[in-house]
Protein backbone atom coordinates (compact mmCIF):
# COMPACT_ATOMS: atom_id res chain seq x y z
CA UNK A 1 0.00 0.00 0.00
CA UNK A 2 2.96 2.34 0.75
CA UNK A 3 4.50 1.70 -2.28
CA UNK A 4 1.61 2.29 -4.35
CA UNK A 5 0.99 5.60 -2.68
CA UNK A 6 4.54 6.38 -3.12
CA UNK A 7 4.02 6.32 -6.73
CA UNK A 8 1.12 8.18 -6.81
CA UNK A 9 2.83 11.29 -5.14
CA UNK A 10 5.98 11.28 -6.95
CA UNK A 11 3.86 10.79 -10.23
CA UNK A 12 2.04 13.69 -9.59
CA UNK A 13 5.47 15.96 -8.51
CA UNK A 14 6.19 14.69 -12.27
CA UNK A 15 3.40 16.03 -14.03
CA UNK A 16 4.23 19.47 -14.02
CA UNK A 17 7.45 18.26 -16.18
CA UNK A 18 5.77 16.75 -19.12
CA UNK A 19 3.34 19.52 -19.22
CA UNK A 20 2.50 20.92 -22.67
CA UNK A 21 0.71 23.69 -21.35
CA UNK A 22 2.02 26.94 -22.46
CA UNK A 23 0.18 30.53 -21.62
CA UNK A 24 0.23 33.93 -21.47
CA UNK A 25 -1.05 37.11 -19.54
CA UNK A 26 0.45 39.79 -21.73
CA UNK A 27 -0.12 39.33 -24.64
CA UNK A 28 -0.70 42.41 -27.46
CA UNK A 29 -3.83 43.17 -29.29
CA UNK A 30 -4.35 46.32 -31.46
CA UNK A 31 -6.90 46.99 -34.03
CA UNK A 32 -6.95 49.80 -37.23
CA UNK A 33 -9.55 50.76 -38.72
CA UNK A 34 -8.80 53.39 -41.85
CA UNK A 35 -11.25 55.92 -43.18
CA UNK A 36 -10.49 59.21 -45.50
CA UNK A 37 -12.23 60.82 -42.56
CA UNK A 38 -10.33 59.34 -39.32
CA UNK A 39 -7.94 56.27 -38.27
CA UNK A 40 -8.90 55.00 -35.31
CA UNK A 41 -6.22 52.60 -33.47
CA UNK A 42 -6.07 50.79 -30.23
CA UNK A 43 -3.75 48.10 -28.38
CA UNK A 44 -4.10 46.50 -25.27
CA UNK A 45 -1.43 44.36 -23.46
CA UNK A 46 -3.03 42.39 -20.94
CA UNK A 47 -4.57 39.44 -23.36
CA UNK A 48 -4.58 35.97 -21.95
CA UNK A 49 -4.02 32.97 -24.00
CA UNK A 50 -3.42 29.25 -23.18
CA UNK A 51 -2.20 26.92 -25.98
CA UNK A 52 -1.97 22.98 -25.64
CA UNK A 53 0.72 22.58 -27.62
CA UNK A 54 0.06 18.67 -28.32
CA UNK A 55 -3.68 18.72 -29.53
CA UNK A 56 -3.16 22.36 -31.12
CA UNK A 57 -6.17 23.81 -28.79
CA UNK A 58 -6.07 27.57 -28.13
CA UNK A 59 -8.16 29.81 -26.20
CA UNK A 60 -6.99 34.08 -26.18
CA UNK A 61 -9.16 36.55 -24.28
CA UNK A 62 -9.23 40.10 -23.87
CA UNK A 63 -10.71 42.34 -21.89
CA UNK A 64 -12.45 45.20 -23.92
CA UNK A 65 -11.36 48.24 -21.32
CA UNK A 66 -8.36 47.11 -21.69
CA UNK A 67 -7.86 48.88 -24.89
CA UNK A 68 -6.21 52.37 -25.21
CA UNK A 69 -6.79 54.96 -27.50
CA UNK A 70 -4.49 58.04 -28.16
CA UNK A 71 -8.15 60.17 -27.36
CA UNK A 72 -9.87 59.55 -24.09
CA UNK A 73 -13.08 60.47 -25.80
CA UNK A 74 -12.79 57.87 -28.42
CA UNK A 75 -11.98 54.74 -25.50
CA UNK A 76 -14.82 55.97 -24.20
CA UNK A 77 -17.14 55.64 -26.87
CA UNK A 78 -15.63 52.32 -27.66
CA UNK A 79 -16.78 51.05 -23.94
CA UNK A 80 -20.16 52.55 -23.61
CA UNK A 81 -21.38 52.65 -26.64
CA UNK A 82 -19.54 50.30 -29.39
CA UNK A 83 -18.64 47.52 -27.54
CA UNK A 84 -21.07 47.85 -24.72
CA UNK A 85 -18.04 46.72 -22.73
CA UNK A 86 -20.52 46.49 -19.25
CA UNK A 87 -22.58 43.97 -20.63
CA UNK A 88 -19.97 42.28 -22.83
CA UNK A 89 -16.51 42.45 -21.02
CA UNK A 90 -14.57 40.31 -23.48
CA UNK A 91 -13.58 39.23 -26.64
CA UNK A 92 -12.55 35.73 -26.80
CA UNK A 93 -11.42 33.25 -29.87
CA UNK A 94 -11.26 29.61 -29.43
CA UNK A 95 -9.31 27.27 -32.29
CA UNK A 96 -7.24 24.76 -32.97
CA UNK A 97 -4.02 25.48 -34.74
CA UNK A 98 -3.26 23.29 -37.56
CA UNK A 99 -0.51 21.50 -36.46
CA UNK A 100 1.02 20.94 -32.80
CA UNK A 101 4.30 22.57 -31.96
CA UNK A 102 6.97 20.94 -31.70
CA UNK A 103 8.93 23.10 -27.97
CA UNK A 104 12.23 21.01 -28.88
CA UNK A 105 12.81 21.98 -32.23
CA UNK A 106 13.37 25.73 -32.79
CA UNK A 107 12.24 27.98 -35.95
CA UNK A 108 9.08 29.64 -37.79
CA UNK A 109 6.45 27.93 -38.53
CA UNK A 110 3.49 29.03 -40.61
CA UNK A 111 0.03 27.43 -39.71
CA UNK A 112 -3.21 27.94 -39.89
CA UNK A 113 -5.93 28.59 -37.15
CA UNK A 114 -9.35 27.50 -36.94
CA UNK A 115 -11.97 28.28 -34.28
CA UNK A 116 -14.68 30.47 -33.53
CA UNK A 117 -14.63 34.28 -32.51
CA UNK A 118 -16.46 35.76 -29.87
CA UNK A 119 -17.16 39.49 -29.80
CA UNK A 120 -19.81 41.81 -28.86
CA UNK A 121 -21.71 38.65 -27.64
CA UNK A 122 -22.03 37.43 -31.06
CA UNK A 123 -19.87 34.23 -32.27
CA UNK A 124 -18.57 33.68 -35.84
CA UNK A 125 -16.09 30.84 -37.57
CA UNK A 126 -12.96 32.57 -37.51
CA UNK A 127 -9.71 31.12 -39.25
CA UNK A 128 -6.31 33.33 -39.75
CA UNK A 129 -2.65 32.52 -40.38
CA UNK A 130 -0.10 32.67 -37.75
CA UNK A 131 3.39 32.96 -37.13
CA UNK A 132 5.15 30.33 -34.42
CA UNK A 133 8.62 31.26 -33.81
CA UNK A 134 9.76 28.49 -31.41
CA UNK A 135 13.49 29.65 -29.88
CA UNK A 136 14.87 27.64 -26.54
CA UNK A 137 11.35 26.19 -25.71
CA UNK A 138 9.62 30.08 -25.55
CA UNK A 139 7.04 30.55 -28.03
CA UNK A 140 5.90 33.65 -30.09
CA UNK A 141 3.14 33.57 -31.73
CA UNK A 142 2.03 36.71 -34.57
CA UNK A 143 -1.50 37.03 -36.29
CA UNK A 144 -2.85 39.12 -38.53
CA UNK A 145 -6.82 38.85 -39.28
CA UNK A 146 -9.88 41.06 -40.15
CA UNK A 147 -13.65 41.08 -38.89
CA UNK A 148 -16.78 42.79 -39.78
CA UNK A 149 -18.40 45.00 -37.32
CA UNK A 150 -21.75 43.82 -38.51
CA UNK A 151 -20.98 40.47 -38.42
CA UNK A 152 -20.88 40.82 -34.35
CA UNK A 153 -23.82 43.30 -34.55
CA UNK A 154 -22.46 46.68 -33.37
CA UNK A 155 -24.30 49.50 -33.84
CA UNK A 156 -22.20 52.02 -35.24
CA UNK A 157 -24.11 55.52 -35.37
CA UNK A 158 -24.73 57.37 -38.93
CA UNK A 159 -23.16 60.41 -37.54
CA UNK A 160 -19.70 58.83 -36.86
CA UNK A 161 -20.58 56.09 -39.95
CA UNK A 162 -18.06 57.23 -42.17
CA UNK A 163 -15.39 57.34 -39.76
CA UNK A 164 -14.96 53.85 -38.62
CA UNK A 165 -14.22 51.39 -41.31
CA UNK A 166 -16.93 48.19 -42.24
CA UNK A 167 -13.53 45.83 -41.67
CA UNK A 168 -11.27 46.52 -38.91
CA UNK A 169 -7.74 44.59 -39.08
CA UNK A 170 -6.74 43.12 -35.79
CA UNK A 171 -3.26 42.57 -35.27
CA UNK A 172 -2.12 39.69 -32.53
CA UNK A 173 1.30 39.07 -31.02
CA UNK A 174 2.12 36.59 -27.97
CA UNK A 175 5.00 35.34 -26.20
CA UNK A 176 4.20 32.15 -24.41
CA UNK A 177 5.75 30.28 -21.03
CA UNK A 178 5.25 27.11 -20.07
CA UNK A 179 2.47 26.98 -17.59
CA UNK A 180 3.26 26.31 -13.93
Do not use: W
Not at 37 to 55: F, P
Not at 131 to 145: E, P
Amino acid sequence: MKKILFLAVMGLFCLPAFSQIISTNKAQVSFYSKTPLEDIEAKSVTGNSVIDVKTGKIIFRVSNRSFEFPKKLMQEHFNENYMESEKYPTSEFKGTLSAPINLAKDGLIKMDVDGTLNVHGVTKPCKAKVDILVSKGTVSATSTFKIKIADHKIDIPTIVFKKIAEEIDVRIQATYSEKK
